[in-house]
């Protein structure tokens, strides 16, 4: 079994992780199951910039524990609208200012009034921390385009207005499952496999 820490306690994104990677050939670890609880600024430039910031400093603490010898993956994610010139992308989680979903899907609607084009993507760069620091990193994208109102299931980021060119359906609309098998994080992890950076 491959030991793996996640560099993450939210929890859409373990329960994503772990129907790819499943057990018993994978152990999925959350920050909160390895006694991780510090604040990490994620003040980087860029998808990767971002990534690198967890995956260091996770690995670090990790070395410190029984799961030195876990793999540490960090990933960085975030909506690209082209209209507004690839925004929110990395600050998608705090496009109004906040953690706050509904906030930010407000202020998406109100950039995007008026503009012809509401084509978009999700991109999710994943990179893969060895104990000694080495690393690999993919990156993924999903395309689709913002609806003008929400669509399905509203508890998880900007997927009830973002319209999934290969479901012909919002992500809030879409099943786990069919979420999952064309996800920019779904396809990111799989590049791992078939890479076999894993």
Same mark, same amino acid.
Not at 26 to 53: A, H, P, R
Not at 55 to 80: E, P
């Given at each position: 079994?491959? *030991?793996?820490?996640?560099?993450?306690?939210?929890?859409?994104? #373990?329960?994503?992780?772990?129907?790819?990677?499943?057990?018993?050939?994978?152990?999925?670890?959350?920050?909160?199951?390895? &006694?991780?609880?510090?604040?990490?600024?994620?003040?980087?430039?860029?998808?990767?910039?971002?990534?690198?910031?967890?995956?260091?400093?996770?690995?670090?603490?990790?070395?410190?524990?029984?799961?030195?010898?876990?793999? =540490?993956?960090?990933?960085?994610?975030?909506?690209?609208?082209?209209?507004?010139?690839?925004?929110?992308? #990395?600050?998608?989680?705090?496009?109004? &200012?906040?953690?706050? =979903?509904?906030?930010?899907?407000?202020?998406?609607?109100?950039?995007?009034?008026?503009?012809? $084009?509401?084509?978009?993507? !999700? =991109?999710?760069?994943?990179?893969?921390?060895?104990?000694?620091?080495?690393?690999?990193?993919? @990156?993924?994208? *999903?395309?689709?385009? #913002?609806? %003008?109102?929400?669509?399905?299931?509203?508890? !998880?980021?900007?997927?009830?207005?973002?319209?999934?060119? $290969?479901?012909?359906?919002?992500?809030?609309?879409? *099943?786990?499952?069919? %979420?999952?098998?064309?996800?920019?994080?779904?396809?990111? #992890? @799989?590049?791992?496999? %078939?890479?076999?950076?894993?």
């Amino acid at each position: 079994m491959k *030991t793996i820490v996640l560099a993450s306690n939210n929890k859409h994104k #373990i329960e994503e992780f772990k129907e790819l990677l499943p057990e018993p050939e994978y152990q999925i670890l959350s920050l909160k199951d390895i &006694g991780f609880f510090e604040d990490i600024v994620e003040d980087g430039n860029s998808f990767l910039e971002n990534s690198l910031i967890k995956a260091r400093a996770i690995n670090k603490f990790v070395q410190s524990t029984k799961y030195k010898n876990a793999l =540490v993956i960090a990933d960085d994610s975030g909506l690209c609208v082209n209209a507004l010139g690839g925004a929110p992308g #990395i600050y998608s989680a705090r496009y109004s &200012g906040d953690h706050n =979903v509904v906030a930010n899907r407000q202020k998406l609607l109100a950039e995007l009034a008026g503009k012809a $084009d509401r084509s978009a993507y !999700f =991109v999710c760069l994943l990179v893969v921390m060895h104990p000694n620091g080495t690393y690999s990193y993919v @990156e993924s994208k *999903t395309f689709g385009e #913002i609806t %003008k109102e929400e669509r399905g299931k509203t508890d !998880f980021g900007y997927d009830c207005l973002f319209y999934s060119t $290969d479901l012909h359906k919002t992500f809030g609309q879409a *099943t786990e499952e069919e %979420k999952n098998s064309v996800s920019h994080r779904g396809r990111a #992890i @799989e590049q791992l496999i %078939k890479q076999k950076l894993l």
